[in-house]
């Protein structure tokens, strides 16, 4: 692996698989130095293999629901590739279904919290000091279940609503220096952007479409574009907010047929 420090740095937290994959790949297009950091080595490894090719790349295995390797994952993206200038904060439990509320554990529960929410704190926590010294941003991956919900979603949907609130408390805490935003996608389709054992091709009927009232479910490269627009210049005035990209599905109001 090459290294080029006049190259911006990335940090992609879940950058193995999914939405984090698709942004990890899009970044390094865009001439940025990227760390992937994933729970799964086997996804992690498979990514270096994949996207070695596009520019310098690394991965580092962290659970970032623990703070010590959290803060030791900031220090060798450091000595690695340099100052983290973009923090992408994709690492979750992409599973929105917990169970009946009644058969909720406390572990369970707090297992969701603690990866999808506390985790986002607390690399934003570590990397706060290198983002602030390169002026920085942070995108969080949140959810549109945030904002709306199915039952036995209840674990899945508080963290990811703890998250769009994190990311204006945050923002208002690190400007000027850094801009903090979050993202709320509704139906991204990942099948084909999992690790080769885990991946599968998907099948989705007219009506899966159709609900969406631009007329087809999300990919992982919508979300990736946005991703390009918020750490880009372009997006200088922009801080605090959350976006919603869902293809328009929580706009569309339903109604029960008789």
């Known amino acids: 692996m090459s290294q080029s420090k006049s190259k911006p740095v990335a940090l992609i937290t879940g950058g193995a698989q999914g939405?984090?994959?698709?942004?990890?790949?899009?970044?390094?297009?865009?001439?940025?130095?990227?760390?992937?950091?994933?729970?799964?080595?086997?996804?992690?490894?498979e990514c270096l293999h994949l996207f070695d090719h596009l520019g310098p790349v690394a991965f580092e295995a962290v659970d970032v629901a623990q703070e010590a390797q959290v803060k030791a994952l900031m220090q060798t993206t450091a000595e690695r590739l340099g100052q983290v200038q973009l923090l992408v904060n994709c690492a979750g439990i992409s599973n929105p279904f917990s169970g009946a509320l009644e058969d909720l554990d406390l572990a369970t529960w707090q297992r969701y919290i603690d990866v999808n929410l506390t985790g986002t704190f607390l690399c934003v926590k570590h990397a706060a000091p290198m983002l602030r010294a390169t002026r920085g941003s942070i995108i969080n991956l949140a959810s549109t279940r945030a904002l709306q919900s199915e039952p036995d979603t209840e674990a899945y949907s508080a963290s990811k609503g703890g998250v769009v609130s994190l990311t204006h408390a945050l923002?208002?805490?690190?400007?000027?220096?850094?801009?903090?935003?979050?993202?709320?996608?509704?139906?991204?389709?990942?099948?084909?952007?999992?690790?080769?054992?885990?991946?599968?091709?998907?099948?989705?009927?007219?009506?899966?479409?159709?609900?969406?009232p631009v007329g087809r479910i999300g990919k992982p490269d919508d979300v990736a574009g946005l991703v390009l627009?918020?750490?880009?210049?372009?997006?200088?005035?922009?801080?605090?907010?959350n976006f919603v990209l869902d293809g328009g599905m929580t706009r569309k109001m339903i109604y029960q047929a008789d």
Request: charge should be negative.
């Open 171 to 212: 923002a208002i805490s690190l400007g000027p220096e850094v801009r903090v935003n979050a993202i709320s996608p509704g139906w991204i389709e990942v099948g084909e952007w999992q690790k080769s054992s885990s991946r599968y091709q998907p099948f989705h009927s007219q009506e899966d479409h159709e609900q969406h």
């Open 19 to 45: 939405l984090g994959r698709a942004i990890s790949g899009a970044l390094l297009q865009q001439g940025w130095q990227v760390m992937i950091a994933d729970l799964d080595g086997e996804a992690g490894t």
């Open 229 to 241: 627009w918020l750490a880009s210049d372009l997006a200088s005035f922009v801080t605090g907010q």
